[in-house]
């Protein structure tokens, strides 16, 4: 039952992720011009708008690998958490924020923005702890070779 629960959660990430970075990179223009425009981070467009689709994309696939599979499980919490923190931020401090989402997930407003990415955050951290039982308790140390300390 666990390892089916942690098979729907990386597909679910891996989802989400692929539709990030693929609708990012189908609108590129589009996204780039939104990126430079978006507070705090704007000076940083040109590397973000190559590092963030090939991150999601390199996340994604590790996510189906069952060696890289607990580290895609942290990289996957560590970038919603960092989403969800930026959307924090920008309702606190900015009256409008152009959204470089692609797609459907540019139609959400910015608090269904955090509520979205706090949900898929959570998502992850559960896979990683289910991830974490399914080694421990069947020794299979293949499954994770990389093993943080919490």
């Known amino acids: ?46 590397l973000l708008s190559y590092a963030l689709p090939a991150l999601e994309l390199t996340v994604a696939v590790t996510l189906l690998i069952d060696r890289t599979r607990i580290l895609a499980l942290y990289a996957s919490a560590a970038l919603m958490f ?18 470089t989402c692609g797609a459907l997930i540019r139609e959400l407003t910015w608090k269904q923005h955090l509520w979205f990415n706090t949900f898929f955050t959570l998502l992850a951290l559960v896979g990683i702890l289910l991830e974490r039982k399914i080694v421990n308790n069947t020794g299979d140390n293949s499954r994770q070779s990389f093993k943080p300390s919490l």
């Open 82 to 99: 960092l989403f969800t923190l930026y959307v924090g931020i920008l309702l606190k401090t900015v009256d409008y924020e152009p959204c």
């Open 1 to 46: 039952m666990k390892k089916r629960t942690v098979n729907i959660i990386c597909y679910t990430l891996f989802a989400l992720f692929v539709y990030a970075a693929l609708s990012k990179l189908f609108t590129f223009n589009t996204y780039i011009y939104d990126l430079k425009r978006s507070a705090y981070i704007g000076k940083f467009s040109w």
